[in-house]
């Protein structure tokens, strides 16, 4: 005789799904208050300036250069054209107006006087419009929002029989719980919100959303199965059965992104650890909130309407 297997209450740890919950909107204020937000500079506008040099440059001397020269604030990174193999280093400006062509004359022959053994050439300098940045941030709003809107209509439709509408909703609170943990990841590991908080933003809503349609798919097969059972002992089941290939799925893709992490960070192409590193935080989410979130607010609400229906039988009569 085969041993039955273990149901786990995920449904039964309502204030710590609710005390996790309020902690990451407390690291997301005190984030935003206290800490600098790096907004990029495609959503601030400015000026990017490239140079290509030989030999070795501390870019901490190139700021102090840039600050003495036009008592200015500047972002200086280093790193290596793919293409042709050389040195370069990319000095960002935020400012509204830009940088006038008089001023940056001006640096350039202060960088050259300074790093005269470098050889600093200009490669290229573009002013950024901020107005870009901020329509392509409103754009993937809308499609974020809207997805949303199609998400809590889907489940609604597609699970009906297990609550519909109520079952939409609760996992669309499951992804901005995703969302607010990604948030906190970028601003307490120092990275900048850019396109690639965007892009991770999307990607954690497509793998946490394909979670939770697979778990209400085991309760309701398990409605059918469990004609006996309580909703909380179905919803238990079904989060039980989905445990190992949450676990599967997500370890799989932590540890390819783990990978890619430490492939970036020793190869010196750090910006893509602004994608790599958050995507991390936000698959651990991903996973989390569609076996506990979801599920535990989507149980408190039913259960709610039913003790409701119930109080209201009993008035009348």
């Known amino acids: 005789m ?14 710590l799904v609710a005390s996790i919950a309020v902690i990451f909107v407390l690291l997301a204020v005190i984030g935003t208050l206290i800490m ?17 040099y030989v030999g070795d440059i501390n870019t901490k001397d190139v700021e102090k250069v840039i600050s003495d020269t036009l008592n200015l604030n500047a972002k200086v990174g280093a790193g290596e054209n793919l293409s042709t193999g050389e040195n370069n280093i990319t000095v960002e400006f935020t400012s509204k107006e830009g940088l006038s062509a008089e001023r940056q004359n001006q640096l350039s022959n202060a960088l050259n006087e300074k790093f005269a053994d470098n050889k600093l050439e ?7 419009n901020p107005t870009t940045g901020k329509e392509f941030f409103l754009k993937c709003l809308v499609a974020v929002l809207f997805a949303a ?18 079952a939409g909703v609760c996992s669309v609170i499951a992804l901005f719980h995703d969302m607010l943990v990604v948030y906190v990841a970028f601003i307490f590991c120092g990275f900048e919100i850019n396109s690639n908080f965007m892009a991770v ?11 939770t349609i697979v778990i209400y798919d085991r309760i309701r097969e398990n ?12 919803t238990n089941a079904g989060c039980t ?16 992104m783990l990978i890619v992490s430490i492939v970036v960070f020793a190869s010196g192409y750090t910006s893509l650890l602004s994608f790599s590193i958050p995507l991390i935080f936000g698959l651990i989410s991903g996973a989390y909130s569609s076996l506990f979130v979801s599920t ?7 259960e709610k309407a039913e003790t409701k229906k119930k109080a209201n039988k009993s008035s009348k009569k």
Do not use: H
């Open 2 to 15: 085969k041993n039955e297997q273990k149901i786990y209450n995920f449904c039964g740890n309502r204030k």
């Open 36 to 52: 600098k937000v790096d907004v990029a500079i495609e959503f601030k506008g400015g000026t990017i300036i490239t140079y290509n």
């Open 122 to 128: 200009i490669l290229d300098s573009n002013d950024v």
């Open 149 to 166: 809107l199609l998400i809590i209509v889907y489940v609604a439709l597609r699970f009906k029989k297990i609550g519909g509408w109520p």
């Open 201 to 211: 933003i999307l990607t954690i809503l497509g793998y946490s959303i394909n979670n």
């Open 223 to 234: 409605k059918s199965l469990m004609p006996k059972a309580s909703l909380r002992e179905i």
């Open 241 to 256: 059965q989905s445990l190992t290939r949450s676990v599967r799925t997500t370890v799989t893709t932590l540890g390819t």
């Open 296 to 302: 535990t607010v989507w149980v408190a609400w039913l």
